[in-house]
């Protein structure tokens, strides 16, 4: 079986689970406390901050340690308008949001907050000017993400940082940049991001863990009470064994970012190709996107077909992204596109790791073809 959705998660790195197996049998100490366990611990700790900050460019104070990029998501986007709500209510996003966004700004929504949803263009992308426009004298904050999970389309989030700043610069601007890490150059600091989301488990670190980059100088309320951990931001004792994971995992990803972005393009670009010569699907994704994801629609067929199907001919893509793959709904992001029904509803995503290798592709390009051969007999019955 070969594994195409590295955009939901991918397997950690041996070297990953080997160190985080030894600190928890090891370096178990609460890093918090001042006895030896606990300042060895605490070693640890802040040597993983400093590699995390060193691997995108900003400062170790500046790193907050979190289970992942949802609690990174909601704690940046509460956390900073619940802080700032004497500056106004007024929040600028976009309806292609990851669920953690785009549901935190919702439920923000029904507490009272205004919010200006910008809309994406066909290829996913939201516009600098449209951005821009919406900031008025009460906007606390925008939020939008570097690479959309579900089409790989890439937001001009350093132009956008820019003119925000240069209009605005008390408005706090927060990316969610769980697809970009790894996979295209990063710099929050140059983009002028007050505050940027990452979790280790889309870059082969461990699960349940996260970070959110908070300027310095920007305060956050916590979401969770009880201590007096990563700078009074998120209370609770660190997780050792995975942040030292993580920090792992973002050191290697940055240094292959270039070499990785190079060569899987090139792969990416190949079943681009293929799906765009059989007239059954559709294309979502464009090459100007990023280099790991690929999005088509098979019009007029249930997507949890076409994905088992594609299962039986050996190869594992997804449907949606894995936070909505549950869901029966259309892709709300494909539908704020301007898709169809159909097409948002047969959504199929394929997305690429630096195992994959050409041989990979070859199988995978079969398969799709196989797919639609089998299932073009039930086209529009489903
Ligand atoms: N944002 C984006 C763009 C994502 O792709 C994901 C993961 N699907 C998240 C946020 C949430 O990350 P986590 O799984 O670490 O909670």
């Known amino acids: 079986m070969k594994y195409f959705d590295y955009a939901a998660t991918t397997p950690p790195y041996p070297d990953v689970i080997r160190t985080m197996a030894e600190i928890m049998e090891t370096q178990f100490g609460n890093a918090s406390?001042?006895?030896?366990?606990?300042?060895?611990?605490?070693?640890?700790?802040?040597?993983?901050?400093?590699?995390?900050?060193?691997?995108?460019?900003?400062?170790?104070?500046?790193?907050?340690?979190?289970?992942?990029?949802?609690?990174?998501?909601?704690?940046?986007?509460?956390?900073?308008?619940?802080?700032?709500?004497?500056?106004?209510?007024?929040?600028?996003?976009?309806?292609?949001?990851?669920?953690?966004?785009?549901?935190?700004?919702?439920?923000?929504?029904?507490?009272?907050?205004?919010?200006?949803?910008?809309?994406?263009?066909?290829?996913?992308?939201?516009?600098?000017?449209?951005?821009?426009?919406?900031?008025?004298?009460?906007?606390?904050?925008?939020?939008?993400?570097?690479?959309?999970?579900?089409?790989?389309?890439?937001?001009?989030?350093?132009?956008?940082?820019?003119?925000?700043?240069?209009?605005?610069?008390r408005v706090l601007f927060h990316v969610d940049g769980v697809q970009g890490f790894g996979k295209l150059p990063v710099s929050p600091a140059q983009w002028r991001a007050d505050l940027y989301s990452l979790s280790a488990h889309k870059i082969r670190g461990p699960k349940g863990a996260g970070l959110l980059y908070v300027r310095s100088g920007v305060e956050i309320t916590p979401l969770l009470s009880g201590g007096s951990q990563e700078h009074n931001f998120r209370a609770g004792t660190e997780n050792v064994a995975l942040i030292v994971g993580m920090a792992k995992a973002m050191r290697i990803a940055g240094e292959r970012q270039s070499d990785f972005t190079k060569s899987i393009r090139i792969l990416r670009d190949r079943v681009m190709d293929t799906i765009s010569s059989i007239p059954e699907l559709q294309l979502n994704s464009t090459k100007e996107g990023a280099p790991h994801i690929v999005h088509f629609s098979y019009p007029g067929m249930k997507a949890e077909v076409a994905l088992h199907t594609l299962e039986q001919l050996g190869c594992t893509v997804s449907t949606q992204s894995a936070c909505s793959s549950r869901s029966a709904e259309p892709s709300r992001v494909l539908l704020a596109m301007g898709r169809d029904e159909a097409c948002a509803a047969g959504g199929l995503r394929i997305s690429f790791g630096d195992e994959h290798t050409e041989e990979d592709v070859a199988i995978l390009e079969k398969a799709l073809q196989q797919m639609v051969a089998q299932l073009r007999p039930l086209e529009r019955r489903m």
């Not at 007024?90 to 205004?114: F, M, P, R």
């Not at 959309?148 to 001009?156: D, I, K, R, S, Y």
């Open 33 to 169: 406390s001042i006895h030896g366990y606990g300042e060895r611990a605490n070693q640890l700790l802040r040597r993983a901050r400093a590699g995390c900050a060193t691997a995108i460019g900003v400062k170790p104070d500046e790193i907050v340690f979190t289970s992942g990029a949802t609690e990174s998501n909601n704690l940046a986007i509460k956390g900073t308008v619940l802080r700032y709500c004497s500056r106004g209510k007024h929040i600028i996003t976009t309806a292609a949001e990851h669920a953690s966004v785009y549901e935190s700004v919702l439920q923000l929504q029904q507490w009272g907050w205004d919010v200006t949803w910008i809309p994406v263009d066909s290829r996913g992308v939201v516009s600098v000017d449209q951005v821009i426009s919406a900031v008025r004298s009460d906007t606390v904050l925008v939020s939008l993400m570097h690479v959309n999970n579900e089409t790989g389309a890439v937001n001009p989030v350093g132009e956008i940082g820019k003119q925000l700043k240069q209009k605005a610069p």
